[in-house]
Nanobody, 116 residues
């Protein structure tokens, strides 16, 4: 299993970014995918998740601003970040959860920095 995240960068407050996570090594279309984020000294927190069928859920802090989506043909999950705030600054990680085995796999993380 490999997850490769990309798309992070420096953006001004109010700006937008799109993160991508390319997956390989498993049947992507049936696996729930998620984005988490982490800042120094804090626990990694769930940002958004999407099931294999496309159902989504979001952390309250990002509802209405972030959108998770997936392209099963490309084996890629996306996170569109709009109306960014300085508190969104973090390393963002994609995650694949395998419900039968309980295994979790993580991408390498991509840094999002929002300047105020």
């Amino acid at each position: 299993v490999q997850l490769q995240a990309s798309g992070g960068g420096l953006v001004q407050s109010g700006g937008s970014l799109r993160l991508s996570c390319s997956a390989s090594g498993f049947i992507f279309s049936i696996i729930a995918m998620s984005w988490y984020r982490q800042t120094p000294g804090k626990q990694r927190e769930l940002v958004a998740a999407i099931s294999g069928g496309g159902s989504t859920n979001y952390a309250d802090l990002v509802k209405g601003r972030f959108t998770i989506s997936r392209d099963n043909a490309k084996k890629t999950v996306y996170l569109q970040l709009n109306s960014l705030k300085s508190e969104d600054t973090a390393v963002y990680y994609c995650n694949a959860n395998f419900p039968v085995s309980g295994e979790n796999y993580w991408g390498q993380g991509t840094l999002v920095t929002v300047s105020s």
